[in-house]
């Protein structure tokens, strides 16, 4: 009779545990994260976490499709790249016949290569040239952030975060210009519980805004994914979706296979025109 109730008592708990792991995949799909027992409170910390969360993903390889829309229309294409932290980018627009453009920067040298034209561009990495493939002007450190699921932070002056009713700390930041930037970070949910000194956090949004206050660009991030990085397991998302509202851009990048922390083969952010291509300078106005 003891087993037998030892038996029943272990099911029971077995049920209970059963319950609360479908209430938490209920909660996480509704977006109904409750509150922290311990939410974060300093603003500075508090990105300063979300930063050291991701701080080991420094590389990827991948495959990716990605869907521009702006002014001269909607373009779609899978993309082969190698995204370095330190400001390094290779885009390789591919077809089923092979690459048909190619954009390099090692930070201070651009070259774009449009196969199809016999055309080779080469100049300063500004983001005038990074728009003539991913359709959005940006800065290469901006890129590379983008895509390894960071972003850059403006130099401000006030800084506030907060829990929201939709379940995300939100971060305030305003500059002395005028200028300000809201980012929505999510938290581990299994950290919950946690010290707020020990919660991990992975980005939802960053969207910086001018003393105007108009949208001057608004980056997205969906689809996050567990990636074992070492010893950690880290959320990295695989759709990253960028907006200029200003120039009407909106660029989503979804990631297909993606290898991180890869060995980067040796000169992938160079290259030279291939034989009879029409060598021009790439102007950043």
């Not at 029971?12 to 939410?39: D, F, H, M, T």
């Not at 000194?197 to 996050?224: N, P």
């Amino acid at each position: 009779m003891n087993t037998a109730r030892r038996g029943f008592a272990g099911l029971r708990e077995l049920g209970c545990k059963a319950a609360l792991l479908l209430a938490s995949v209920q909660l996480l799909a509704c977006g109904s994260i409750p509150r922290p027992v311990y939410p974060q409170s300093d603003a500075g910390l508090t990105l300063a976490r979300q930063d050291a969360t991701t701080a080991g993903l420094v590389a990827i390889r991948a495959q990716a499709r990605v869907d521009q829309r702006g002014r001269q229309g909607r373009v779609r294409g899978t993309v082969l790249m190698f995204v370095e932290r330190a400001g390094r980018v290779r885009f390789d627009v591919m077809t089923q016949f092979g690459p048909v453009a190619i954009l390099t920067s090692d930070r201070e040298h651009f070259a774009f290569a449009d196969l199809r034209d016999d055309r080779y561009l080469t100049g300063a990495t500004c983001p005038a040239n990074i728009a003539r493939l991913l359709g959005v002007p940006l800065s290469v450190d901006e890129t590379a952030q983008f895509l390894l699921g960071g972003t850059p932070v403006i130099a401000h002056e006030q800084a506030t975060v907060s829990w929201t009713a939709d379940g995300y700390y939100r971060v305030r930041l305003q500059a002395g210009s005028g200028e300000r930037q809201e980012l929505d970070l999510g938290i581990y949910p299994q950290d919950l519980a946690q010290p707020s000194a020990a919660q991990r956090l992975y980005l939802l949004r960053s969207e910086r805004f001018s003393a105007a206050g108009k949208s001057v660009w608004r980056v997205t991030y969906a689809e996050h994914k567990k990636v074992r990085l070492g010893t950690a397991e880290v959320l990295v998302p695989f759709e990253v979706r960028v907006e200029r509202a200003q120039d009407g851009s909106d660029t989503l990048v979804r990631f297909k296979e993606v290898a991180f922390n890869p060995q980067i083969p040796e000169g992938a952010f160079v290259q030279t025109p291939r034989p009879g291509m029409r060598e021009e300078e790439a102007s950043c106005d």
